[in-house]
């Protein structure tokens, strides 16, 4: 079964990393799968291309005007026929719309969508237009996969079966993740984890749904009970001057560290004292699942399936709001209380990898796939 994987990616965060692992589960259970990262023209290598590459997964870099190309992708769509794919597999509202909007029958084969998540973007801004028809056009698609229950409220309301939606939550390879923890930080990373103590790690894309703002002010409250402390932001995004201006004003500029792309998060949070995540939204963060198989201590907001994820507060610390003084709060007691913290990290870890490995989530995918072209043969 040839499966092509459609992605325009943005860096190596949660979908990227989950992608990367379903493929990789996905060869050793005899499919051929692809992935067709998208990216703009003048980009030489995107991050998830040099990851695949690392992993022997394979992906062709396809260079494409930004928007709504249809242009482009009825050239995909040839290139698949021509390869003679059996199925399309969109990760992101951007091929959600451009695929979905070629009728079944000239796109020539079934198309399913992984649904990460929303940004929840504002009222009339153009990712809320492309949140609009994104939910709009998946009554097109075979089926539509959710990373966790939570998510089926964002399909509430949208005419078409409810039986084409199934949640399939995110699975880890942990045998890579282990071996990612042991290898070596850059020196950057390595000398700022030398100098401070605690570490308080943010990870993710620099952007305002991720809420890191908050996180700034809130570490500038745990500084004054911690001197020593240590913030770092891993993740590229559009906020990252606005968050080193804000650490800048604060007077953190000397604890507070945001380099960018990091390409091992595991190895990262085994230098770290705890995982900071006061989100606005999420689905099924592959970050906290990181976190939890690496005996991270998490401080994060109720959204999402991270509630489920963590057993309530079995595995973690849940926020009450993300203002900077619950933040801080709840930073300063998950660090002071050194029997709870161990406690709910052993619980965690052994949850994650009892229940969310990757080959499981890979097989119900073949289900689905299974399933769909025997619906659509």
């Known amino acids: 079964m040839k499966i092509l994987h459609l992605?325009?990616?943005?860096?190596?965060?949660?979908?990227?990393?989950m992608l990367l692992t379903l493929v990789t589960e996905q060869i050793k259970q005899g499919l051929d799968p692809m992935?067709?990262?998208a990216g703009e023209p003048g980009i030489e290598e995107k991050p998830i291309e040099s990851e695949a590459r690392r992993l022997n997964v394979p992906v062709i870099p396809w260079r494409m005007k930004p928007g709504?190309?249809?242009?482009?992708?009825?050239?995909?769509?040839r290139w698949a026929k021509d390869e003679q794919y059996d199925l399309m597999h969109s990760h992101g509202y951007k091929f959600n719309i451009l695929a979905g909007i070629w009728p079944r029958q000239w796109r020539g084969m079934p198309l399913i969508a992984t649904l990460h998540g929303y940004v929840h973007a504002r009222r009339f801004t153009k990712m809320w237009i492309y949140e609009l028809l994104d939910r709009l056009i998946l009554a097109r698609f075979s089926a539509v996969i959710l990373v966790s229950e939570s998510m089926r409220d964002e399909l509430s309301g949208l005419a078409f079966p409810k039986t084409k939606v199934i949640v399939i939550p995110n699975g880890m390879d942990f045998q890579e993740v282990d071996k990612r923890?042991?290898?070596?930080?850059?020196?950057?990373?390595?000398?700022?984890?030398?100098?401070?103590?605690?570490?308080?790690?943010?990870?993710?894309r620099l952007a305002q749904e991720k809420g890191f703002d908050s996180l700034v002010e809130a570490f500038a409250l745990v500084k004054n009970a911690r001197p020593d402390a240590g913030l770092i932001i891993v993740g590229e995004g559009r906020l990252k001057a606005q968050l080193e201006a804000l650490s800048a004003a604060k007077g953190l500029t000397d604890s507070v560290l945001i380099p960018g792309f990091c390409d091992n998060t595991p190895a990262l949070m085994k230098g770290a004292d705890v995982l900071a995540m006061p989100s606005k939204t999420e689905g099924l963060p592959i970050t906290i699942l990181e976190a939890m198989a690496m005996e991270l201590a998490i401080v994060t907001s109720p959204v999402g399936a991270i509630p489920a994820l963590l057993g309530e507060e079995e595995g973690g610390w849940l926020l009450k709001s993300r203002d900077p003084?619950?933040?801080a709060r709840t930073l300063l007691h998950s660090l002071d209380n050194p029997e709870e913290r161990n406690r709910k990290v052993a619980w965690s870890c052994?949850?994650?990898?009892?229940v969310y490995a990757a080959e499981q989530t890979a097989f119900e995918y073949s289900n689905i796939y299974k399933s769909v072209l025997q619906k659509e043969a």
């Not at 042991?182 to 000398?191: I, P």
């Open 7 to 17: 992605i325009d990616s943005g860096g190596l965060y949660g979908a990227e990393k």
């Open 35 to 37: 992935i067709l990262s």
């Open 68 to 77: 709504l190309n249809l242009k482009e992708m009825a050239l995909i769509v």
């Open 181 to 204: 923890a042991t290898s070596e930080l850059d020196r950057g990373l390595s000398a700022f984890l030398k100098q401070h103590r605690p570490i308080i790690l943010g990870v993710g």
């Open 325 to 327: 003084s619950e933040i």
């Open 350 to 354: 052994r949850q994650v990898r009892e």
